[in-house]
């Protein structure tokens, strides 16, 4: 395994970090699926430990993933040498009492979902702590900061960061100062965050933390255009039959640009992600071992730099999850 630098901070993480969402499980919010569909935690705790044997340092989860379900899962069995892994969680989604999604960054709501997720980390201090997901509007909020400065100030967290959506929302984070790291959805078929963010960002010492790098599967090369997803799946609700149709002859041209420079579509995928030197780390998913194992597998791998060049020639600008709205 490989290992880089988060930014400006003394963090280093694994290339190839653990993505902890499928793990959390079924998960809904008003009868909307928030999850990956059914999991067994026999598999997930088995997933973790082997990601450790294979020396990934880094994992990323959120108290909303099976809404502490995922942290839990983490806690069992990174808390045993808790000096040896990098930890980041993220809060400000609940549920309200309805049911439905609701987002919250008041200092209050973050203080309290921090030390709910120490006692089910089963740890002390929390390596990265990360706003999920807030609006431009939410990032207009001065009280946000100095509560994150407290918490770092206390030694609950060490640093904290901002996952965001879309690249206008993280060069407002960099010009304001905001944290030490940025999670941002960057994948083949996204690439819009490498135009303007990413000089940015490595300019300014952010840590960039590439979520989603396989495009939600699409870029594992299962899919086709008549693809369906279960009930409980979150996929059903934005990768649609027309999205699809949309997307996969654009998986299949990047297929054709990879071909034999990585053993597989994803593992080209992954590797043109960490192919941007702003990037400290992607954190592909994983339920099982076996999945766990294809991920690490393209550490092992490199692509040459002209496969990355026209891959960012040939689709840079679809940026599928952008141009759709697509917020995860």
């Known amino acids: 395994m490989h290992y880089r630098k988060l930014g400006n901070t003394d963090i280093t993480v694994s290339e190839i970090g653990f993505g902890a969402w499928a793990i959390g499980g079924r998960a809904d919010a008003g009868g909307t699926p928030l999850g990956w569909g059914r999991t067994n935690d026999e598999d997930s705790l088995a997933a973790i430990r082997r990601a450790r044997e294979l020396g990934v340092t880094f994992f990323d989860t959120s108290d909303s993933y099976g809404f502490g379900r995922s942290e839990s899962l983490l806690g069992i069995v990174l808390s045993r040498r808790r000096e040896d892994v990098v930890i980041a969680t993220k809060g400000g989604i609940s549920r309200d009492s309805d049911g439905k999604l609701t987002k919250d960054f008041s200092p209050a709501h973050l203080s309290h979902a921090v030390d709910g997720s120490l006692k089910r980390l089963r740890s002390d201090y929390i390596d990265l702590y990360q706003l999920h997901n807030p609006s431009l509007d939410d990032l207009q909020r001065d009280d946000i900061h100095e509560a994150m400065d407290r918490l770092q100030s206390v030694g609950k967290i060490r640093y904290w960061g901002v996952s965001i959506n879309t690249p206008d929302e993280g060069i407002e984070i960099v010009k304001r100062g905001w944290g030490y790291s940025l999670q941002v959805l960057y994948n083949v078929l996204n690439q819009a965050p490498a135009k303007e963010l990413f000089p940015l960002a490595k300019e300014k010492g952010y840590g960039i933390i590439a979520r989603v790098p396989l495009a939600s599967g699409l870029l594992s090369g299962k899919f086709r255009t008549d693809s369906t997803f279960a009930i409980d799946d979150i996929r059903q609700n934005f990768l649609t039959a027309k999205r699809l149709e949309e997307a996969i002859p654009r998986v299949d041209e990047a297929k054709s640009i990879i ?70």
Do not use: C, W
């Not at 992607?282 to 690490?296: D, F, H, L, S, Y």
């Not at 496969?307 to 759709?324: E, I, M, P």
């Open 259 to 328: 071909g034999g420079t990585a053993r597989s579509l994803a593992e080209g995928a992954l590797r043109f992600v960490l192919a941007s030197d702003a990037v400290s780390t992607t954190i592909p998913g994983a339920k099982n071992v076996r999945q766990v194992e294809m991920n690490v597998a393209a550490d092992e791998v490199r692509i040459p730099q002209e496969v990355v060049d026209k891959l960012r020639a040939r689709l840079g600008d679809f940026n599928f999850y952008q141009k759709h709205g697509i917020r995860i």
